[in-house]
């Protein structure tokens, strides 16, 4: 029963900050909910994240403010054919 208690409130809490950081990429990034939720799925799930588009998405801008949001080290590496093996 006590294990069940504290399951549930490990649940609230992981629920909790999920919200908040939703709610802070979100005060940058705006009408892309679906695809800040997918990152922090992602991420929660220690998955990986390829985020492709044409420029102007705020693709950049997303990672950024997911690392401010959760004080991580962010840099960024362009892609470029000179990079290819």
Do not use: N, W, Y
């Amino acid at each position: 029963m006590a294990a069940e208690k504290s399951d549930l409130k490990a649940v609230e809490r992981l629920t909790e900050g999920f919200g908040k950081i939703k709610s802070e990429i979100g005060k940058v990034i705006i009408g892309q909910d679906q695809v800040i939720e997918q990152l922090l799925v992602a991420i929660l799930a220690r998955g990986h994240c390829l985020f492709v588009g044409v420029p102007g998405l705020a693709k950049t801008l997303l990672i950024s403010t997911l690392a401010r949001t959760m004080d991580l080290k962010f840099s960024r590496i362009q892609f470029t054919p000179d990079l290819m093996p």
